[in-house]
Structure formats: C-alpha cells, structure tokens
C-alpha cells in the first residue's frame, strides 16, 4: 500500500477496546462514556481486519487501546495473530500497555512470540502515579514490569511530559530506565478530546526543553536507530541506552509516516491529527469474502493526508480533534 505521497504503509495499530483501568488526567475524562458493546467488533472480527492488511502489506502491527490488556479474552486475539509471525507475514507483534495487567500475562505474550512491549509510566512516585492516573496503583505496574523483563520482553517506557507534574523527575526516570535495561521515549502532550476542566495549555511542556535540561546531566550520542515509530532517539552515554522523543508538536514528523489506526469499531483513521476516517465495519459485515474489505481499505489509503496540524497555544485551547487518544490508541 503506497499512499498519495509515496509512503508505503507498513504499519497498524488497532485500538482494540476504549475502555481502560486508569483514567489519565491527559488522557481521559473521570466520567468517560464509553462506546456500547454491540459497536465494537468482536475478537474473531479484529482478526479478519488485521489479517487483510497484512496480506495488504503490513509488516508490524501494535495492539493499544484504552488499555488492550483489559479486554475480556484478549489473548486469543494476540494468539491469533501470532500464527502471522510464524509464518513470517508480519515482522512484528507488539502492544502499548499501562502494565496493570502485565504480571498476569507477560509470559503468554513472550511464548506467543511477542519480542517488545511498551508500557506507559510518567512517574515514580507512588503518590503522584495515583494522582495522573487518577486509579491506578504503581507497585502493580512495577510487578508488571519485572515479570516482563524475567520474561525477556525488551522493554521501552513512554512517559508524557507534563508541566509542574513530572518535570522534576526526568533525571531520575532516565537513570531508573538505564539501571533496569529499558528505553525511554518521550511524549509531548497532543490536542486530543475534552478532559473535563483543565486545558493542555497548563500541561504542555516542549520537548526541546525537556532535551536541553537532560543534556546538563546527560551525554546524548546521535543514532539512526528507527522502530518504525515517531520517535527520535539518542544513546545515553552514561546508561548505554537509547532515549527517544516524540515531538508532534515542536517537530512534524508526518513526512516519514508509515502507519494508520484502527479503532475497535472498525474505522480506520489515515492520521492521528486528522478527523477523516474509514468505515471498515460495514464490508468486513456485509460478506464473508474479504475483496470489498479490501477496496474499502485501498480507497482509505488513497486519502491518506500529508499531516495533522496540532497546536497548543494560549489562542488554540480546544482539542484539534475532538476524539480521545483511547479511541484511536496514541
Ligand atoms: N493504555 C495504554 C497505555 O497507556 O499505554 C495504551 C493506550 S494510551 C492512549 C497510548 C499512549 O498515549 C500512552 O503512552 C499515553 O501516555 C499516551 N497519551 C494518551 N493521551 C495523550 C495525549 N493527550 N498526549 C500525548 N500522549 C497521550
Ligand atoms: Fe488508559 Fe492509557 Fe489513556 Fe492512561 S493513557 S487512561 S492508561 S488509555
């Protein structure tokens, strides 16, 4: 699949629920409505979708949600699609977790050929951990961590960078990330859904600052490492570990985008910062042959946008878009 301006679309990451454990002050309201359950596609569905876009040419596929591992029955889907790495038409299977839910399945996921996991975590604090996430528990996230790495999942933490919460940490969240053998990345806040009160503008904090106040401490040797992904990374001299930065808002990184999200209803959408979408739930229903499906998803490539246009400014306090990141999985 090659899109309007010439990049080959490699990659998809599928939302496969909205709901979550945590409520994230950036993230989610506290009092979400969540999507009906007849809405979103069942389990088996999320297969059939995924597995056309691999025969479509996606090479690396990331389950993210809200939070996927609070799925009921989750891992028959993870199972299901690992039969593709088997055959080597996928390079990858991975998942972006909040770790609440790692402990219990850190070694399904490494047996079923799972090779790398993301885990958000903005502190470690216990009490601010509470705080952001509003309801999660950080001694369950630290569990979920160290079974992942006693299961040799390689391991990179995402952590958003917020204003007057965290910012006070990151020294201290590099050296922690270096002792235990992961990467960091990190995450500027994006414009995305109403949080119910506080604006981003309180929250956002640029990444080129974030990198300016690390270099005091910190030496960064330049890398080409690439994951696929968004981010830039660098090598941490003193900890031998990569470091990553996400900056959809002080750097647009839209010209090398390789990838599109599925949400778990079915839409599709071409760019993260962008409302145009895809319905793929209707073909995917309407016939157990795939070929409409297929031209759907061909047709919503063919649309696929040059970029988003994020802005958090004192004059730009409403969301770009107005879903949450939980829709579409970050
Ligand atoms: N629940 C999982 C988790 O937290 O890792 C997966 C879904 S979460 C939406 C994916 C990533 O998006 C997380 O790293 C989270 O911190 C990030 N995120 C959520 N809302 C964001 C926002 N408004 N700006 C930037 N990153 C955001
Ligand atoms: Fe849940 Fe992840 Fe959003 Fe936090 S960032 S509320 S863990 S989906």
Redesign the pocket.
């Known amino acids: 699949m090659i899109d309007p301006f010439g990049r080959k679309i490699t990659y998809l990451r599928v939302?496969v629920t909205d709901r979550?454990d945590?409520r994230?002050v950036?993230?989610m309201a506290e009092d979400m409505t969540f999507l009906p359950k007849a809405e979103i596609l069942s389990l088996e569905e999320l297969d059939r979708l995924c597995t056309a876009f691999i025969r479509l040419g996606v090479r690396k596929l990331r389950l993210?949600?809200?939070?996927?591992l609070v799925r009921r029955n989750v891992m028959s889907l993870v199972r299901a699609l690992g039969r593709h790495l088997g055959t080597g038409a996928l390079d990858e299977l991975t998942l972006?977790?909040?770790?609440s839910q790692l402990a219990k399945y850190a070694d399904e996921l490494a047996e079923i050929g799972v090779r790398r996991i993301?885990?958000?975590l903005?502190t470690l604090d216990p009490g601010k951990f509470t705080a952001i996430t509003r309801w999660g528990k950080l001694d369950k996230v630290m569990e979920g961590l160290a079974a992942a790495k006693r299961a040799g999942l390689a391991i990179k933490i995402?952590v958003?960078a917020l204003k007057g919460v965290n910012d006070d940490e990151f020294d201290r969240l590099v050296a922690w990330a270096g002792d235990e053998g992961y990467d960091l990345v990190f995450?500027?806040?994006?414009?995305?859904?109403e949080l119910g009160g506080e604006t981003?503008v309180e929250q956002y904090l640029p990444l080129s600052l974030v990198r300016g106040r690390l270099q005091r401490r910190w030496t960064f040797d330049e890398t080409d490492y690439q994951t696929g992904g968004p981010a830039r990374y660098v090598t941490v001299r003193e900890t031998g570990h990569r470091l990553g930065f996400i900056t959809p808002l002080t750097h647009n990184f839209c010209e090398s985008c390789n990838r599109v999200r599925l949400t778990c209803t079915g839409t599709l959408y071409m760019c993260l910062g962008q409302e145009d979408a895809a319905d793929l739930r209707a073909p995917l229903r309407r016939s157990d042959d795939d070929a409409e499906l297929i031209a759907a998803i061909k047709a919503a490539i063919a649309r696929k946008p040059k970029g988003h246009d994020f802005v958090i400014d004192r004059r730009h306090v409403r969301p770009a878009v107005s879903r949450?990141?939980?829709v579409t999985?970050?």
Do not use: A
């Open positions: 939302s979550c945590f994230c950036y993230c993210t949600g809200g939070e996927p972006t977790t909040n770790g993301n885990v958000s903005d995402n958003v995450i500027e806040v994006m414009p995305m859904g981003r949450h990141m939980s999985g970050g």
